[in-house]
C-alpha cells in the first residue's frame, strides 16, 4: 500500500492563520518563524502539506466539487422538494455579477508563494530538496491560476510574498486577457513537471501528476486562445503520463475506499474514517436516499430493504442524481454481433421490444398507473411530466414496450451487458447498492414515487438513477449522515491523459492516433470493442461519449469539457460555429419511468421545479468575476473590468 497524506489530519498539523485584507492577504506571518520552518526538509514538507490542504479545499477537491459540477452538464440533476431547489447556473437564474467564483484567492496564493520564496532562501536544504520544494509550490500556484483561469479567464498574479506594510500599496493589475493569465498557469506547471520526482506519496503531485494537470490546462487554453503550440504540449505531456503509466484493469475502485490507492490514481485528496462522516462531503450525504420501511410498504413495493442494520439503510438526504442522457452514454455489447452499441440499437432490444411513437402519450397514468395504501395515486406518465417542458423539444423521447411473447423485462434488455463502468458509477434498476436490491420500477423501493411525492425530490431519486461513483460502498454501519468512512477524492488519473491525447490529436485532424486513444480507455475501462471510427465526425461522437463516461462526476471536468467543445465549435458543438450556445448545456435533460411489470419503458423530459429550462448564452463561458472584489479594485484606483455579459 502506497503511503498517502491524510488531509483531515494535514490541517491540524501545521497551524496556519489566514486573515483577508482589502487587496492582497499577508498571513500567516508568525505562527512558526522561518528558520524553524525551513531548517529541514521535514518542517518544510509540513508546511507543503499544510498548503496542498488549504489549496485543495478551496479549489479541486471542495465539498460538492463533483456532484455540484455534474448538474450543470447533460450528465446530471440537482433536484429537492424539501427546500434545496434545483441548480441556479444551470438555469441561469442562479448567477449575476455578485456571484464569486474565487476571485480572490490571496491568501492561498501566499502560501504557494512562501514556500517558493522561503526554499529559495534556504540554507539548510540541499539543492535536490530546494527545487523539489518550489516546484510543489509552483505546482500548487500553478492549480489556483488554473482554477481562477476555467471560470473567470482573468486574474491578479500575485508571485510575490508581501509584507504587512505593503498589503494595501501594492497595485498589482489583473492578466490583460485569458491568453496572460494561461501563460502564467502553464509556466508554473511547467517547472512543477521539470522538477518533481517520478513519485510521491498518493496526495502530493509527482511529475505525472502535473503532467496530467498541465495537459488539461493547455486544452483549456487552447479552446480560448487557439494556439497551436498548446496542443504540442498536450501531446507531450499527456503522451509522457501514457507511455509511463499504466491503466487499472479495475476502474469503479479508483473512486471509493476500495482500491483507493490504485497505481493509477497519480493524485488524490484523501481523508480516513477516524476523522470523517458520510455528512462531510455531498459526493456522499447528497447522493444516498433516505427510505424508511414505512415508504416501502406504503407503496407496496415488491421486495422491501432489508435493513439488515440500523432503522434504514439508507438515511441521508439525496439531491444530485444522474440523467438518462448519461445513461445512453454507456454502450451496450451486442448479444449476436459483439459490437459496442447504444442500448436502443442492439440485437437484443430490436428483437425483443417494439418502439411506439411517445407522441401518442398525453395522460397520466396511461403507460401504469396504481393506488398507494394511504389512497395516493402513483403514475407513469405524472401529470408533472407533462407540464413546464422546455419548447422546442419533444415531452416524451421514447417509449417502448416489450413483445409479447418474449421471457425478458425492459430493464435487464436495457441493463445487461454495458460498459464496465456503469454499474460502478450510477445505481440502476436490478442493480445491488449497499448489499439492498435497488428498484427503479413503479413502486420499487428506491424509486421516485416510493415516498411523499409521486415525482421524487424527497431525498429520493428524480431521474430514476442515483450517482455511485465517488461514494462510500462501506459506510459504517450504514448510510447515515453520522457514519464513518474512509474518502477521496481522485484529482489526476491516467485514464485522463488518454481522453487529453485523444482531443489533442482530433484537434489537430489525426484521426488514427486520436481513435487509438480513445480506446485505451475504452477497451480497459469499458470492456467495450474498440472504435472503428474512420472519419473525423464518427471520432468526435466516440470521443466525447467516451469522456463523459470516463470522467463522469469528477471534479467538474465534463462541464469544462463542453465550454472548450463549444469553443471549438464544428463537430464538436452540433456543426454549430465556434463559440455559439453550446447546445447540450442549452437543452433539458431526461428521467426514465420503469412500468410495474417492467415490460414498458418511457425516456423524458425531467421538469420538476421547472428544472427542464435550462439555458446556456455565450457570456457563461466565462463567469462574472465577483462584484465586491472589483468594487474594491476600483476604490484604490485598480482596474476593475468585468467579464462580457456580466
Not at 90 to 109: H, K, P, Q, Y
Not at 317 to 330: M, N, R
Not at 334 to 348: F, K, N
Not at 448 to 476: C, F, H, I, L, M
Amino acid at each position: 500500500m502506497r503511503k498517502y497524506i491524510n488531509y483531515g489530519l494535514v490541517a491540524a498539523g501545521l497551524a496556519v492563520m489566514v486573515s483577508c485584507q482589502d487587496t492582497l492577504d499577508t498571513h500567516p506571518t508568525t505562527i512558526f518563524d522561518e528558520t524553524t520552518v525551513w531548517s529541514s526538509k521535514s518542517t518544510a514538507d509540513a508546511f507543503v502539506n499544510a498548503t496542498y490542504n488549504s489549496v485543495l479545499t478551496s479549489t479541486w477537491a471542495a465539498n460538492s466539487s463533483c456532484v455540484g459540477w455534474e448538474a450543470r452538464t447533460p450528465n446530471g440533476v440537482r433536484c429537492s422538494q424539501v427546500g434545496e431547489g434545483i441548480d441556479g447556473i444551470a438555469t441561469e437564474l442562479g448567477i449575476s455579477a455578485a456571484s464569486d467564483f474565487g476571485a480572490n484567492r490571496f491568501s492561498l496564493l501566499r502560501k504557494c508563494n512562501l514556500i517558493i520564496k522561503n526554499a529559495e532562501q534556504s540554507t539548510a536544504l540541499s539543492d535536490t530538496e530546494r527545487k523539489e520544494l518550489i516546484a510543489q509550490g509552483r505546482f500548487l500556484r500553478g492549480l489556483v491560476f488554473f482554477d481562477q483561469a476555467r471560470k473567470m479567464g482573468r486574474f491578479v498574479p500575485v508571485t510575490q510574498v508581501f509584507s504587512e506594510t505593503d498589503s494595501l500599496t501594492c497595485k498589482i493589475p489583473m492578466t490583460k486577457s485569458i491568453e496572460e493569465s494561461y501563460q502564467y498557469v502553464i509556466d508554473d506547471l511547467e517547472y512543477a513537471v521539470e522538477n518533481l520526482p517520478l513519485s510521491s506519496a498518493a496526495g502530493i503531485a509527482n511529475k505525472y501528476a502535473a503532467e496530467v494537470i498541465l495537459s488539461r490546462a493547455a486544452l483549456q487554453a487552447y479552446a480560448y486562445t487557439g494556439k497551436t503550440e498548446l496542443l504540442d504540449k498536450v501531446i507531450e505531456f499527456a503522451g509522457d503520463v501514457t507511455n509511463n503509466c499504466k491503466l487499472s484493469s479495475e476502474y469503479g475502485g479508483m473512486f471509493n475506499e476500495s482500491d483507493a490507492n490504485n497505481p493509477e490514481i497519480l493524485l488524490g485528496y484523501y481523508r480516513l474514517s477516524t476523522n470523517t462522516t458520510v455528512g462531510d462531503y455531498d459526493e456522499m450525504v447528497r447522493i444516498f436516499p433516505n427510505i424508511t420501511p414505512a415508504d416501502t410498504q406504503l407503496s407496496q413495493s415488491p421486495h422491501e430493504l432489508e435493513n439488515k442494520v440500523g432503522d434504514q439503510t439508507f438515511c441521508c438526504w439525496a439531491i444530485y442524481f444522474p440523467t438518462q442522457d448519461l445513461v445512453d452514454q454507456y454502450l451496450v455489447k451486442d448479444e449476436t454481433t459483439g459490437q459496442a452499441l447504444p442500448w436502443y440499437e442492439t440485437s437484443q432490444y430490436k428483437n425483443n421490444v417494439d418502439e411506439v411513437d411517445p407522441a401518442v402519450i398525453t395522460q397520466p397514468g396511461q403507460i401504469d398507473a396504481y393506488t398507494r395504501t394511504n389512497g395516493e395515486p402513483r403514475r407513469i406518465p405524472t401529470p408533472q411530466d407533462l407540464t413546464n417542458t422546455k419548447e422546442g423539444y419533444p415531452v416524451f423521447v421514447r417509449y417502448a414496450k416489450v413483445k409479447p411473447g418474449s421471457n425478458r423485462s425492459i430493464s435487464e434488455i436495457m441493463y445487461n451487458g454495458r460498459d464496465k463502468r456503469f454499474a460502478t458509477s450510477i445505481a440502476y434498476d436490478g442493480s445491488t447498492w449497499l448489499g439492498e436490491k435497488v428498484e427503479m420500477n413503479l413502486g420499487g423501493n428506491l424509486s421516485q414515487g416510493v415516498r411523499d411525492k409521486e415525482d421524487g425530490g424527497w431525498y429520493n431519486t428524480v431521474t430514476g438513477y442515483y450517482w455511485r461513483k465517488n461514494a462510500s460502498e462501506n459506510p459504517n454501519p450504514r448510510a447515515y449522515y453520522a457514519s464513518t468512512t474512509n474518502f477521496h477524492y481522485t484529482l489526476a488519473r491516467v485514464g485522463e491523459a488518454y481522453m487529453n491525447l485523444a482531443e489533442a490529436y482530433l484537434l489537430k485532424g489525426d484521426i488514427a492516433e486520436a481513435v487509438k486513444a480513445l480506446n485505451a480507455t475504452r477497451v480497459t475501462h469499458g470492456g467495450l470493442a474498440p472504435s472503428t471510427a474512420s472519419t473525423i465526425a464518427e471520432a468526435w461522437i466516440d470521443y466525447m461519449r467516451e469522456r463523459r463516461v470516463e470522467m463522469a462526476n469528477e471534479g467538474g471536468d465534463i462541464y469544462f469539457s463542453y465550454l472548450r467543445w463549444g469553443k471549438y465549435g464544428g463537430y464538436a458543438n452540433h456543426g454549430r460555429p465556434k463559440g455559439d450556445v453550446i447546445q447540450e448545456l442549452d437543452a433539458p435533460v431526461h428521467k426514465i419511468s420503469i412500468s410495474r411489470d417492467r415490460q414498458q419503458v418511457l425516456i423524458g423530459q425531467f421538469t420538476l421545479m421547472n428544472s427542464a429550462s435550462r439555458i446556456f448564452s455565450q457570456k457563461r463561458y466565462l463567469m462574472p468575476i465577483a462584484k465586491d472584489f472589483l468594487d474594491t479594485r476600483e476604490a484604490y484606483g485598480m482596474d476593475h473590468v468585468q467579464n462580457e455579459g456580466w
